[in-house]
């Protein structure tokens, strides 16, 4: 099976039987067993990390240390927490939780208000008409109205959105298509340009992120040593051949399947193949294989410096305010037991600070919040009503 047939069918595995469920829309839910009153944090920057066994940590971004959590109740043999997000004013959480009580199926958004702790139910699976009001860009969850006061964004599955600092062009992009890019002009209604993909063949990856005005889209062929970056713009109407990233990656006696991303902060970007989920060919080498990250120069595709090269990224973010990243890595022979989040250097590189945490499969999210809840928060997601 190709690259590409491969990814189709991790991705219809995924939401197939989701999208046999049917959606039932629920009322607030109160905190169970929560302290009323939240601790007020001055719109200062959290780390926000979600454990799939429902664990939220509000972390300290300059000591690493969590200062603040939710725990929410979901079936422990379940499909659990899939992500968080945070709403564009710091007074909102949102995460991707099962759709039901048994919890065998993924996902719903729920959003939890972090002054008062109700919860309440927002969408149902991706792919349905709940999902259509809702972009969620770089970790954060807007209002497509709000977002662009006239046109349509198309929210789609598999498509995943990146919104320019100043909030006139939204990049929106997708690998299932090989790779499939929409660039929305907001100022303008969010009338959409479709950038027209050279002819370079099938089986690419794409990941992409802002860094001041520029766009920079990375793709890779995962089972070849392929890859090209792009540098666009708000003006950009064709992508062109891109940038011949320098070769890397190859392992003696290890398969190049390798699923990529990049990200930028500190002027820099950065390049890490992705580990400790479906697409981590460590289980498949007896050779060790470097983690880290890539400096990537996108004028030249040359690979400047290899920083971090002991961590193994499932994730990679950018802090909002300053120029440092934050990264999850996934060590050990098991992964989900053995998970690090690290502070990062923008500028060089270099690995700040490191901790341990708890056994888990975790996503993070880093934002200004308006407030924390106080110490072991206790909640309950809403429930569907039951059917007679």
């Known amino acids: 099976m190709n690259s590409r047939a491969r990814l189709t069918n991790i991705v219809w595995t995924a939401f197939l039987p989701c999208l046999a469920l049917s959606l039932i829309l629920s009322a607030h839910m109160p905190a169970v067993g929560a302290q009323t009153e939240p601790i007020k944090s001055g719109a200062n920057t959290f780390i926000?990390?979600?454990?799939?066994?429902?664990?939220?940590?509000?972390?300290?971004?300059?000591?690493?240390?969590?200062?603040?959590?939710?725990?929410?109740?979901?079936?422990?043999?379940?499909?659990?927490?899939?992500?968080?997000?945070?709403?564009?004013?710091?007074?909102?959480?949102?995460?991707?939780?099962?759709?039901?009580?048994?919890?065998?199926?993924?996902?719903?958004?729920?959003?939890?208000?972090?002054?008062?702790?109700?919860?309440?139910?927002?969408?149902?699976?991706w792919g349905s008409s709940s999902r259509e009001p809702i972009v969620i860009a770089d970790g954060v969850v807007y209002q497509a109205a709000k977002l662009a006061s006239s046109g349509v964004i198309k929210n789609e599955i598999g498509f995943g959105f990146h919104l320019s600092s100043n909030r006139s062009s939204l990049m929106g992009m997708t690998s299932s298509l090989g790779p499939e890019i929409d660039l929305y002009n907001l100022n303008a209604g969010a009338t959409i340009r479709k950038l027209k993909q050279p002819d370079l063949g099938e089986g690419w990856w794409a990941s992409g992120t802002w860094s001041g005005d520029n766009f920079y889209l990375y793709a890779n062929k995962p089972s070849q040593p392929d890859a090209r970056v792009w540098t666009l713009s708000s003006n950009t109407t064709q992508l062109g051949d891109g940038i011949i990233v320098d070769p890397h990656g190859e392992v003696p006696g290890c398969q190049h399947e390798i699923f990529e991303a990049v990200t930028a902060a500190g002027g820099n970007l950065f390049l890490y193949e992705l580990f400790g989920g479906?697409?981590?060919?460590?289980?498949?080498?007896?050779?060790?294989?470097?983690?880290?990250?890539?400096?990537?120069?996108?004028?030249?595709?040359?690979?400047?410096?290899?920083?971090?090269?002991?961590?193994?990224?499932?994730?990679?973010?950018?802090?909002?305010?300053?120029?440092?990243?934050?990264?999850?890595?996934?060590?050990?022979?098991?992964?989900?037991?053995?998970?690090?989040?690290?502070?990062?250097?923008?500028?060089?590189?270099?690995?700040?600070?490191?901790?341990?945490?708890?056994?888990?499969?975790?996503?993070?999210?880093?934002?200004?919040?308006?407030?924390?809840?106080?110490?072991d928060a206790h909640i309950a997601l809403p429930q569907p009503a039951k059917q007679n």
């Not at 294989?289 to 595709?301: C, R, V």
């Not at 989900?336 to 700040?352: C, E, F, M, P, W």
């Not at 945490?357 to 919040?369: G, H």
């Open 278 to 375: 479906k697409f981590d060919r460590r289980p498949g080498c007896e050779q060790h294989i470097p983690g880290g990250a890539w400096l990537l120069d996108p004028t030249t595709g040359r690979l400047v410096n290899h920083v971090a090269p002991d961590l193994y990224f499932s994730e990679l973010i950018p802090d909002p305010t300053q120029p440092i990243l934050y990264g999850l890595s996934a060590d050990g022979e098991n992964y989900y037991q053995s998970t690090k989040l690290a502070r990062i250097d923008a500028h060089d590189g270099n690995v700040l600070q490191v901790r341990a945490l708890d056994s888990d499969l975790w996503r993070i999210v880093t934002a200004p919040l308006q407030t924390v809840p106080t110490m």
């Open 48 to 125: 926000i990390a979600a454990g799939r066994s429902g664990d939220v940590e509000f972390v300290d971004p300059a000591t690493l240390k969590t200062v603040s959590r939710i725990h929410i109740d979901v079936n422990p043999h379940g499909v659990g927490l899939n992500g968080v997000f945070v709403n564009e004013n710091g007074s909102t959480i949102y995460v991707e939780g099962p759709t039901s009580q048994e919890g065998h199926a993924c996902c719903s958004l729920y959003s939890i208000d972090l002054a008062t702790l109700e919860s309440r139910k927002e969408a149902g699976i």
